[in-house]
């Protein structure tokens, strides 16, 4: 979400235009498209350590080579080291991750680990001081500096299936299993299927086009919702704060519809978060027409929402699907909403260019959510175990 804090002075610097500079944020989409399929498929038979490893270097590297940026060439190459190292440090790796070790409660295990992404929002006002102390060029490469200073080291932490270890998901023991043993085979749990099978299953398309449908606002939001602040004459400190408070927020969705999901319908909270993004979007699009405080109800219902359906993904294609071939499922999952990843920002920009508003791309990307809530309300049964 930090993109957010550099837009404004890349666009000054330059003179480039709003969608000119979206195009860039939209390159981590097609790279998820293309990558995370291969990224879940790596991290089901190796693990997720050594991909987090070097997605941390790329980035990295990225965000030095946009220090360094004097055309839009550079710029756009700049954001693909940064959109490839991205893949490295995705939800499918760390979900992934997180779903190998649970299954009883996985829901609340992926919403408490996907808070850390929202934790992040707290960088956005340090963000914003470093630019405008320092310039968007030395803010780079600093925080290039301090994730490879603290990211690298964690990456080592990771450790892949339990089962290698002598556990089982949920923290049972497995005394047939040492630690330096890893098992020929999968203990069963729940209902696994291949990615094959998923794929061919209606559940995993209606997951999957409802998701990706309402993430035509998140990438847009994340990306725009500074400069749309600024365009209704909010000053860039505020914006900082507005864009920090959003991922915080989101953290009551995490963890709420994680903690939902394990004791009710999943398919029925998907919806209902989704129903809260809608009204988010809607109140974002009549700020600067009747109240200013709608910005505030909006980072309440938005926040919540965005969380909530992250969180609410992962947990539902575990219950249908299983383990075994999670990351191959949700890196598909994640393949196909990239589209809408790549797409959304860009016509927020573009519409801003045209009209010199959001609000008509606002008002598309509440309908757009809205017609998720009814496609993922409509989601297939899961099958019974196999």
């Not at 994730?147 to 690298?152: E, F, K, M, N, V």
């Not at 129903?275 to 109140?283: H, I, Q, R």
Request: charged letters at 10%; aromatic letters at 12%.
């Amino acid at each position: 979400m930090g993109f957010t804090a550099f837009f404004i002075p890349i666009v000054s610097e330059f003179g480039w235009s709003y969608a000119t500079v979206s195009l860039a944020t939209s390159l981590r989409g097609v790279e998820v498209g293309i990558l995370a399929p291969i990224v879940g498929l790596l991290i089901d038979r190796h693990g997720p350590r050594w991909i987090m490893f070097c997605g941390i270097v790329i980035i990295g590297l990225g965000l030095l080579l946009l220090s360094h940026t004097d055309s839009l060439a550079l710029f756009y190459g700049a954001f693909v080291l940064i959109s490839v190292g991205m893949c490295g440090l995705s939800p499918t790796l760390l979900m992934t991750a997180v779903a190998n070790w649970f299954r009883k409660k996985v829901g609340t295990a992926i919403g408490i680990m996907s808070s850390g992404f929202a934790c992040g929002g707290l960088l956005v006002p340090i963000v914003v001081t470093l630019i405008d102390l320092n310039g968007w060029r030395l803010a780079a490469v600093i925080l290039c500096l301090t994730l490879w200073i603290i990211g690298l080291p964690l990456a080592l932490i990771l450790r892949h299936k339990p089962e290698k270890y002598g556990y089982l998901p949920d923290g049972d023991k497995n005394t047939a299993i040492t630690a330096s043993e890893t098992p020929s085979e999968e203990v069963p749990i729940g209902r696994d299927v291949t990615a094959k099978q998923a794929i061919k299953d209606r559940a995993f398309w209606f997951i999957s086009i409802g998701t990706g449908l309402n993430y035509f606002a998140i990438s847009a939001v994340i990306i725009h919702i500074m400069p749309y602040l600024n365009s209704i004459g909010i000053d860039r400190s505020d914006a900082g704060f507005i864009a920090m408070g959003l991922p915080l927020v989101s953290i009551i969705g995490r963890i709420g519809a994680g903690w939902l999901g394990d004791r009710l319908n999943k398919v029925k909270i998907a919806s209902t978060f989704m129903v809260f993004s809608c009204t988010g979007m809607l109140l974002l699009s009549y700020a600067q027409v009747i109240d200013i405080w709608f910005i505030l109800l909006f980072v309440i219902f938005y926040g919540i929402g965005w969380g909530g359906t992250g969180t609410i993904r992962a947990s539902l294609l575990r219950e249908y699907f299983g383990r075994n071939s999670f990351g191959v499922i949700l890196g598909f999952n994640m393949g196909i909403t990239a589209v809408t990843v790549i797409v959304g920002p860009f016509i927020a920009g573009a519409v801003f260019d045209t009209y010199n508003s959001y609000q008509p791309a606002w008002l598309l990307y509440a309908g757009l959510i809205f017609i998720a809530a009814i496609i993922m309300f409509n989601t297939p049964r899961k099958k019974s175990n196999s």
